[in-house]
């Protein structure tokens, strides 16, 4: 069984209900609706798809809501402006035109505060640079660094500039108040930069009844600075290298991609890889050999999840994206990973209860986990340590528990009623176990589970082998 996940972003080239399943088919394990580019009726569709897909499938499917966040660009232009070194281009924020040298203007009033001079800016994914020579009250004047066609609506970087920025905005709200209404598993918070944000969006989505998990997109050298209290204060993180290409030196990405993979695991918490995976794939229908060497890079890492965007949001080749992905992820856990789970923080009992279980697994031949969890954690605390062979089967009363832990390395999660005596529950496991064709005769089940002891409840490990 494939342990790394897979998440596909949903789009024109691939929302229709017959995709989605084919989708499915093929290994997707999640679905990404980037709110940059969806409209609340749009997603409300493709949720329903998506579950209709999921009742199909038999199995749980994750939905993963990514807001826009606190996007800095450029606005419209009547026309391109072909922009040669050394010219200046003014940037206005708040309609103030000159009529000296070419402007744009810019949908963020406090760049004139934050920004100073020698202060570098990028445009359009970092095509465009500039330096600032003056800012005036409404008005940053800068220096073309690199020629380049400016275009209507660019998005801006400013590498290491700290911005003022709310971390939610009111678009944002909006859409996550819709995502919560339609039962969306997971919230990625774009550009997030400090533990704080992390906070202002728990309370937020708690005060709409949801218990969506939290994922920390990492996009800048704020980020990158505040990584492990982000990381301890998220649910999960992404490695969302599109931006954070821009805004740090490329050679640094590799570095601090690898960073976040082991920071992660070793604090618990779910990790993806995103952006430019099989990007040759949005119009090739193989990928490059640098492509399939980078996926494998992530897969050997033991990310937990490794994310498509444009490939199959608008690419012309969605399902033989997913089925490279799956095919390179199999392989590649065939031979072995980077071992960062040997060193997961493990402080609480019941994390020691499953490190005690996964050590029995890892001793055995054809041994499966199967870990009963209301909540998902104690399926959590299994998959945060790579055990070395054994699948991780969860077993939690609650769908929606089953959905986010479709983000989990190696956890496949099942919906199952729980008896009073904790024993006939793991029997009906283990029936589901052998109905489904998960497990065959000869294997040997490390269960984690509670024992009934006169009226009290202990958390025990049993080990069963299939007849």
């Not at 919230?187 to 944000?197: G, K, T």
């Not at 600075?225 to 599109?242: H, P, S």
């Not at 999840?305 to 994206?321: D, F, Q, T």
Request: glycine share 8%.
């Amino acid at each position: 069984m494939r342990r790394t996940k897979i998440i596909c972003t949903l789009g024109p080239a691939s929302d229709s209900p017959e995709m989605i399943q084919r989708m499915i088919m093929a290994g997707t394990n999640i679905f990404r609706l980037n709110m940059s580019h969806a409209s609340h009726q749009w997603v409300r569709k493709v949720v329903r798809n998506i579950r209709a897909a999921e009742r199909d499938h038999g199995a749980a499917i994750g939905i993963l809501l990514d807001t826009q966040g606190p996007e800095i660009r450029t606005g419209d232009l009547h026309t391109d402006l072909q922009l040669e070194e050394g010219e200046t281009l003014d940037f206005i924020v708040r309609g103030e035109k000159s009529e000296e040298v070419s402007s744009v203007d810019v949908n963020y009033e406090g760049l004139v505060d934050d920004i100073s001079v020698g202060d570098v800016v990028l445009v359009d994914n970092g095509v465009i640079r500039f330096e600032v020579l003056e800012k005036f009250r409404h008005r940053v004047r800068c220096r073309v660094l690199t020629s380049g066609t400016l275009r209507s609506r660019r998005h801006i970087n400013l590498p290491g500039v700290k911005v003022n920025i709310p971390p939610l905005t009111a678009k944002d709200k909006e859409d996550i108040l819709m995502g919560a209404d339609v039962g969306i598993d997971m919230i990625a918070l774009s550009f997030c930069r400090s533990p704080e944000d992390i906070v202002e969006l728990r309370t937020f989505l708690s005060n709409q009844g949801s218990s969506a998990r939290i994922i920390a997109k990492i996009e800048d050298q704020s980020a990158v600075r505040n990584l492990e209290g982000i990381v301890r204060a998220a649910d999960a993180v992404m490695v969302a290298r599109g931006d954070l290409g821009v805004e740090c030196a490329l050679e640094e990405l590799p570095i601090i991609q690898r960073k976040m993979i082991k920071m992660s695991i070793h604090l618990g918490k779910p990790v993806i890889v995103a952006t430019h995976l099989l990007e040759s794939m949005i119009s090739s229908p193989m990928p490059t050999r640098a492509e399939v060497t980078d996926v494998a890079n992530a897969v050997y890492e033991q990310a937990d999840a490794i994310m498509l965007s444009g490939e199959s949001a608008m690419g012309r080749y969605p399902v033989e994206c997913v089925e490279i992905l799956d095919r390179v992820a199999r392989r590649i856990e065939r031979s072995g990973g980077a071992g960062y789970g040997n060193d997961v923080l493990i402080d609480r009992i019941s994390q020691k209860t499953t490190q005690a279980a996964i050590t029995l697994a890892n001793s055995l031949t054809n041994s499966r986990l199967v870990v009963f969890t209301r909540r998902g954690f104690m399926a959590g605390y299994a998959s945060s340590q790579r055990p070395l062979r054994a699948a991780i089967f969860a077993f939690s009363p609650s769908v929606d528990v089953c959905r986010r832990l479709t983000l989990d390395w190696g956890v496949t999660a099942l919906p199952l009623t729980f008896a009073e005596n904790p024993g006939q529950t793991v029997d009906e496991a283990e029936r589901t176990l052998r109905e489904k064709g998960l497990v065959k005769s000869g294997d040997q089940l490390v269960i984690v589970s509670d024992v009934l002891a006169g009226e009290f409840l202990y958390d025990s490990i049993q080990l069963r082998t299939i007849q």
